[in-house]
């Protein structure tokens, strides 16, 4: 089975300033990797994907992911963060028909 | 507009009482999941279904029951065999292959 570990719970951060999301994933199989955005009382929606390809993936709003298979990893970036980027951030990774979801990173972006 | 519906929003109810969450989709995907979400846990595999009248349990399948008997619904059913069934739960569809899950707005369920 696979699993994904999300390593920060919180990450605060200024308007305007970079920020990086780290997600990392265990898995005995190939794997597909995405990232998805929640907001209050809302379901999930997906921000970006990997499936195979070029590992650099970039989504409409700024963000991008790297997978980097060796390190098994899967981090969010963006350059540079609006108020309105303000939620919750889960990785996720699917190896088969199931797909599993990290814990969670709160993005806050202060003004 | 093609989506997953999801409901009631909110919905309460007594401990010991048996309650079902509804979920329906008109994106023509055969499979479904529920998740459970808890603050800080993430989301936790509850079931899944890839075809009609077949499904399989995720991670934290106990207290739960499910059926698939169209290929639109999927309604999870919490028994009173929970423990702690005070929660928000999500569900999501996907289409062929390796495509993203497609998510309902959740129903948060409280249980007193």
């Known amino acids: 089975a696979q699993s994904v570990t999300q390593l920060d719970s919180q990450v605060p951060v200024f308007e305007e300033a970079p920020v990086e999301l780290r997600c990392n994933y265990s898995?005995?199989?190939?794997?597909?990797l995405f990232w998805y955005v929640q907001y209050p009382n809302q379901g999930l929606q997906l921000l970006l994907k990997?499936?195979?390809?070029?590992?650099l993936v970039e989504s409409i709003n700024g963000f991008e992911a790297e997978f980097n298979k060796s390190q098994t990893s899967f981090h969010l970036r963006k350059p540079s963060v609006h108020i309105s980027d303000t939620a919750e951030y889960f990785c996720?990774?699917?190896?088969?028909?199931?797909?599993?979801f990290g814990a969670g990173t709160r993005l806050t972006v202060k003004p | 507009d093609g989506g997953i519906t999801q409901s009631p929003k909110y919905l309460f109810r007594k401990e010991g009482q048996n309650v079902t969450l509804s979920c329906e989709q008109n994106?023509?995907?055969?499979?479904m999941y529920w998740y459970r979400q808890d603050p800080g846990q993430g989301l936790r595999l509850i079931y899944y279904?890839?075809?009609?009248?077949?499904?399989q349990k995720g991670d934290i399948a106990e207290g739960y029951s499910v059926s698939r008997e169209k290929k639109e619904s999927f309604p999870l059913t919490v028994t009173s065999a929970q423990k702690n069934p005070t929660a928000f739960y999500l569900c999501?569809?996907?289409?062929?292959?390796?495509?993203?899950?497609?998510f309902g707005n959740g129903t948060r369920l409280t249980v007193t």
């Open positions: 990997y499936l195979s390809g070029s590992t």
């Open positions: 279904s890839q075809i009609v009248n077949d499904f």
């Open positions: 994106l023509n995907h055969d499979a």
């Open positions: 999501a569809s996907r289409g062929q292959g390796f495509s993203p899950l497609h």
């Open positions: 898995s005995s199989v190939s794997v597909y």
């Open positions: 996720a990774v699917s190896g088969g028909n199931d797909m599993r």
